[in-house]
């Protein structure tokens, strides 16, 4: 098992450049989330899905979308990146949401100059 | 008023001290309270998982919940330098709603 696993690791972008951040899980894990992590601001939900073909928003959505085709990926998509968007970025899951733990993976860091 | 307030630290203490750290929060309706710990450069994983008031123990980590004063605790027995990580408390309530509400994280540093 892999767990969750996310790539790239860190990542250099220009204002207004596009990417997408990947996430995969091989645990058949219903849910997956994404987060971002900043100083003094701790952990934050930027959207969310309970499983295939259903996505949901978080605390922090603008700017990102989502998308969920398949239950083992959930990747994160920059529209137009902006300084206020470098952070680290974390990719969770769990069975079911419900009582459950998440397993985060292994974060991506990003720097938008 | 803040969801959940962590005080990040950090804090510093000698090898085989007690540490101790808290969260205080604002919403009645959390039940289920978490603590992760987070390596430097790593993600978040689940130390303890505890639901409604109550002690859960765990080797050398305890996790206490008051519910009547909003009021959750890690205590780590005899500190380890590996225990150096940041520790993010995290809690939910229940009914379906899978959203975390996550303190900031409190840095502990194990000095040997």
Redesign the interface.
Known sequence: NAG?TQTPKFQVLKTGQSMTLQCAQDMNHE?M?WYRQDP??????IH?S?GAGITDQ??VPNGYNVSRSTTEDFPLRLLSAAPSQTSVY?C?SSYS???E???????TRLLVL | QKE?E?D?GPLSVPEGAIVSLNCTYSNSAFQ?FMWYRQYS??????LM?T?SSGNKEDGRFTAQVDKSSKYISLFIRDSQPSDSATY?C?MRV?N?N???A????NQVVVIP
């Open positions: 969750v849910y989330s003094g601001m701790g952990l934050r939900l969310y309970v978080g605390e974390f969770a949401g419900l009582q733990t998440q397993y985060f993976g292994p974060g | 959940v962590q990040p289920y450069r790593k993600g978040p994983e689940l998982y639901y993010l995290a229940g379906g899978n959203r975390l996550f303190g900031k994280g």
